[in-house]
């Protein structure tokens, strides 16, 4: 495989600062080009704004910051920026004469063995490499906005691109802390895209033919399915005009995939184009839309999901992606809480078939099912109802709704899972995490288990303000007591029980892993009970255990300034028992936990039940919830979530 020391940017706009100071934060020398000195200073100012705020956020040290600064160089001079690189990727604006001409010119400039790729979202990677004479050595790689932030790149082969070429790319993105899947072959719409534009443009045409409305279709999409955000509102993040065009671009090249909705054409052409206008499919004079929740309880999420379920189903046929790639490529790439083969299964696949017979009888051929879902609901496996669907599911892993549960030597590992979410709790969280704690106490074949988080980049980042619906007091007083005896039930189960903060751990999240016996981290991890800041204290027991664990005064400290704590400092208070690497992470806790395992389970169930058996007291954790609720409908609060939403400082007025 190649060795790559070396990336080269071309393009500092949005996407390429963005890929640029991924790259030099990753510890690659990085040279970034554009055409313009305005728009490479522009870069330069956004890539130290986003590294301050890391470092505010203590993702990264100063040092790191200062270093990765000094790895980056702005060049004018498209030479200069890549005679000497090892890796040359391409992020211009989706014009695909320009990206040839970018292409064609770097070609003849690069070093022979220097591996070409392209950041684009819709267009043909075959057709740029054929600009240059390294096709074997071309492919795309495509990042999600923002880069740095977002954990997902697609790596798209063309026909001609080698696996060593793939290879050697899918180190340098993993280096970058990236989630990879590799799209098989050069298809429009690649994977990612390939299911959203059915699902956008098929909620449009729900809303053209009079099926629903739009808010109707979002509020399906967020209270019945568990989106981050409704379809329309994704429309109107993303921007319309980015939508239509790529949709245009992938019907272009293949009709069976997108049916282009008139409605975003329209909307483009007037210059609505969502949020950064002002206007899209909402009014955001005033902020985020109000959605109702009752609104979408009669709509059928298959009148909207089933085309791209189609379009998922044509992937696995073709032999694009695997179905594990597809899944994480449409959890991570989208925010879905689950993947659309698992979405699927869940509802049916005979179901899914109905719904797109129903929708090819009266809107044409566009909708035939794609003969893997015929093939397979004629075989009876229709998905969980049946125990068999795209996945099996007559297995030791258990999949619920926000989370799963593998056990493999005596070990259970129960994932929190909505990685597009941080793995933030909501009710139905709570609802589980008590249902599955409960069956795996009485499960004798367990001895130890370990509480997770999905994906790389947290635990748990806390409760999941925007799903949680804060009412009365009272309502919020027995929220919190039922978050209090569900993280409570994990000191009263009588097998050890280890949080493996592989991330994020604020807020709620730091407070089920206080309520475990052991807290292991990753280097990388960030731990706070930071609701102080949002102008509540912690409601889950956390008061009372952060004391216990790390003394009064520290306690205070780090309750009262809302602080965040790195992995290193945690440890020297004893808020967590073991640091690790992050490459090794996993590794590390399974060994603790089977170090466990294999001790006597009865001396361990006594000895957790005398050493929890002095706190917390019933009257200091009532008064925490009591305090908690009250805090929850007071002027500050309110004006310290919305501030967090509209990522701005909170003024609180002690109101």
Same mark, same amino acid.
Request: neutral net charge.
């Given at each position: 495989?190649?060795?790559?020391?070396?990336?080269?940017?071309?393009?500092?706009?949005?996407?390429?600062?963005?890929?640029?100071?991924?790259?030099?934060?990753?510890?690659?020398?990085?040279?970034?080009?554009?055409?313009?000195?305005?728009?490479?200073?522009?870069?330069?100012?956004?890539?130290?704004?986003?590294?301050?705020?890391?470092?505010?956020?203590?993702?990264?040290?100063?040092?790191?910051?200062?270093?990765?600064?000094?790895?980056?160089?702005?060049?004018?001079?498209?030479?200069?920026?890549?005679?000497?690189?090892?890796?040359?990727?391409?992020?211009?604006?989706?014009?695909?004469?320009?990206?040839?001409?970018?292409?064609?010119?770097?070609?003849?400039?690069?070093?022979?063995?220097?591996?070409?790729?392209?950041?684009?979202?819709?267009?043909?990677?075959?057709?740029?490499?054929?600009?240059?004479?390294?096709?074997?050595?071309?492919?795309?790689?495509?990042?999600?906005?923002?880069?740095?932030?977002?954990?997902?790149?697609?790596?798209? @082969? !063309?026909?001609?691109?080698?696996? /060593?070429?793939?290879?050697?790319?899918?180190?340098? *993105? #993993?280096?970058? =802390? %990236? $989630? +990879?899947?590799?799209?098989?072959?050069?298809?429009?719409?690649?994977?990612?895209?390939?299911?959203?534009?059915?699902?956008?443009?098929?909620?449009?045409?729900?809303?053209?033919?009079?099926?629903?409305?739009?808010?109707?279709?979002?509020?399906?999409?967020?209270?019945?399915?568990?989106?981050?955000?409704?379809?329309?509102?994704?429309?109107?993040?993303?921007?319309?005009?980015?939508?239509?065009?790529?949709?245009?671009?992938?019907?272009?090249?293949?009709?069976?995939?997108?049916?282009?909705?008139?409605?975003?054409?329209?909307?483009?052409?007037?210059?609505?184009?969502?949020? @950064? !206008?002002?206007?899209?499919?909402? /009014?955001?004079?005033?902020?985020?839309?109000?959605? *109702? #929740?009752?609104? =979408? %309880? $009669? +709509?059928?999420?298959?009148?909207?999901?089933?085309?791209?379920?189609?379009?998922?189903?044509?992937?696995?046929?073709?032999?694009?992606?695997?179905?594990?790639?597809?899944?994480?490529?449409?959890?991570?790439?989208?925010?879905?809480?689950?993947?659309?083969?698992?979405?699927?299964?869940?509802?049916?696949?005979?179901?899914?078939?109905?719904?797109?017979?129903?929708?090819?009888?009266?809107?044409?051929?566009?909708?035939?099912?794609?003969?893997?879902?015929?093939?397979?609901?004629?075989?009876?496996?229709?998905?969980?109802?049946?125990?068999?669907?795209?996945?099996?599911?007559?297995?030791?892993?258990?999949?619920?709704?926000?989370?799963?549960?593998?056990?493999?030597?005596?070990?259970?590992?129960?994932?929190?899972?909505?990685?597009?979410?941080?793995?933030?709790?909501?009710?139905?969280?709570?609802?589980?995490?008590?249902?599955?704690?409960?069956?795996?106490?009485?499960?004798?074949?367990?001895?130890?288990?370990?509480?997770?988080?999905?994906?790389?980049?947290?635990?748990?980042?806390?409760?999941?303000?925007?799903?949680?619906?804060?009412?009365?007091?009272?309502?919020?007083?027995?929220?919190?007591?039922?978050?209090?005896?569900?993280?409570?039930?994990?000191?009263?189960?009588?097998?050890?029980?280890?949080?493996?903060?592989?991330?994020?751990?604020?807020?709620?999240?730091?407070?089920?892993?206080?309520?475990?016996?052991?807290?292991?981290?990753?280097?990388?991890?960030?731990?706070?009970?930071?609701?102080?800041?949002?102008?509540?204290?912690?409601?889950?027991?956390?008061?009372?255990?952060?004391?216990?664990?790390?003394?009064?005064?520290?306690?205070?400290?780090?309750?009262?300034?809302?602080?965040?704590?790195?992995?290193?400092?945690?440890?020297?208070?004893?808020?967590?028992?073991?640091?690790?690497?992050?490459?090794?992470?996993?590794?590390?806790?399974?060994?603790?936990?089977?170090?466990?395992?294999?001790?006597?389970?009865?001396?361990?169930?006594?000895?957790?039940?005398?050493?929890?058996?002095?706190?917390?007291?019933?009257?200091?954790?009532?008064?925490?919830?009591?305090?908690?609720?009250?805090?929850?409908?007071?002027?500050?609060?309110?004006?310290?979530?919305?501030?967090?939403?509209?990522?701005?400082?909170?003024?609180?007025?002690?109101?």
């Amino acid at each position: 495989m190649a060795q790559i020391s070396k990336i080269a940017v071309l393009g500092a706009g949005t996407m390429g600062h963005g890929i640029a100071e991924l790259a030099a934060l990753s510890g690659y020398e990085v040279n970034i080009y554009d055409i313009s000195e305005q728009v490479l200073d522009s870069a330069k100012k956004r890539i130290i704004s986003s590294m301050q705020k890391l470092l505010e956020k203590k993702r990264i040290s100063q040092e790191t910051m200062n270093s990765s600064l000094n790895r980056m160089k702005f060049t004018v001079s498209l030479k200069e920026a890549v005679h000497d690189a090892d890796l040359i990727i391409e992020a211009v604006p989706e014009e695909i004469e320009l990206k040839v001409k970018v292409f064609s010119n770097a070609d003849k400039e690069a070093k022979q063995d220097a591996i070409f790729a392209s950041n684009t979202s819709t267009l043909p990677i075959g057709e740029l490499a054929s600009s240059t004479k390294r096709e074997e050595r071309f492919l795309g790689m495509h990042f999600f906005n923002p880069p740095v932030l977002m954990p997902l790149v697609e790596i798209i @082969k !063309t026909e001609k691109t080698s696996e /060593d070429t793939v290879n050697s790319v899918v180190l340098v *993105a #993993k280096r970058m =802390g %990236k $989630d +990879v899947v590799i799209c098989r072959k050069d298809v429009p719409g690649f994977i990612v895209n390939r299911v959203l534009g059915p699902l956008l443009n098929e909620a449009a045409w729900c809303v053209v033919r009079g099926e629903a409305t739009v808010e109707q279709i979002d509020s399906m999409a967020l209270y019945k399915v568990g989106l981050p955000m409704g379809i329309f509102e994704l429309a109107d993040f993303t921007g319309i005009d980015v939508i239509y065009k790529a949709g245009v671009a992938v019907s272009s090249r293949d009709p069976s995939n997108v049916l282009v909705a008139p409605i975003f054409k329209e909307m483009f052409e007037s210059g609505k184009l969502g949020q @950064k !206008t002002g206007a899209g499919f909402y /009014d955001y004079s005033k902020g985020r839309p109000t959605i *109702a #929740k009752e609104a =979408g %309880k $009669d +709509v059928d999420p298959l009148i909207v999901f089933s085309p791209a379920i189609n379009a998922a189903a044509w992937l696995l046929r073709n032999f694009v992606c695997t179905k594990e790639d597809l899944e994480k490529a449409v959890k991570l790439g989208l925010g879905f809480p689950e993947g659309i083969l698992s979405m699927a299964d869940r509802w049916g696949l005979d179901k899914v078939l109905l719904s797109l017979r129903e929708k090819m009888e009266r809107y044409g051929t566009y909708y035939t099912p794609d003969p893997l879902i015929v093939s397979m609901v004629n075989e009876g496996k229709t998905g969980v109802s049946s125990g068999e669907g795209f996945f099996e599911y007559r297995q030791s892993e258990k999949k619920l709704q926000t989370i799963y549960i593998r056990s493999n030597q005596n070990i259970a590992w129960l994932y929190l899972n909505r990685p597009h979410r941080l793995n933030t709790i909501n009710s139905e969280m709570i609802s589980e995490l008590r249902q599955a704690l409960s069956e795996l106490d009485r499960n004798k074949d367990v001895r130890v288990i370990v509480i997770t988080g999905e994906g790389e980049r947290a635990f748990s980042a806390g409760a999941d303000l925007a799903g949680i619906n804060l009412g009365s007091q009272m309502d919020i007083f027995s929220m919190s007591r039922e978050w209090y005896e569900t993280f409570s039930s994990i000191e009263q189960i009588s097998k050890p029980v280890i949080a493996a903060i592989n991330g994020l751990a604020l807020g709620g999240g730091l407070e089920l892993a206080l309520a475990c016996d052991f807290r292991l981290a990753s280097r990388d991890a960030v731990l706070g009970l930071t609701e102080t800041r949002l102008g509540l204290i912690p409601g889950a027991g956390g008061t009372q255990r952060l004391a216990k664990i790390v003394g009064l005064a520290r306690a205070k400290e780090m309750v009262m300034l809302g602080e965040r704590l790195s992995a290193e400092d945690a440890e020297k208070i004893g808020l967590v028992n073991h640091v690790y690497n992050k490459e090794e992470f996993k590794q590390m806790v399974e060994s603790f936990a089977l170090k466990l395992a294999k001790m006597p389970p009865l001396a361990l169930s006594l000895a957790k039940k005398s050493i929890n058996s002095s706190y917390p007291s019933t009257k200091a954790e009532l008064f925490e919830a009591a305090a908690f609720s009250l805090l929850a409908v007071t002027k500050d609060a309110s004006e310290g979530i919305q501030a967090m939403f509209e990522k701005r400082e909170p003024e609180f007025k002690g109101e």
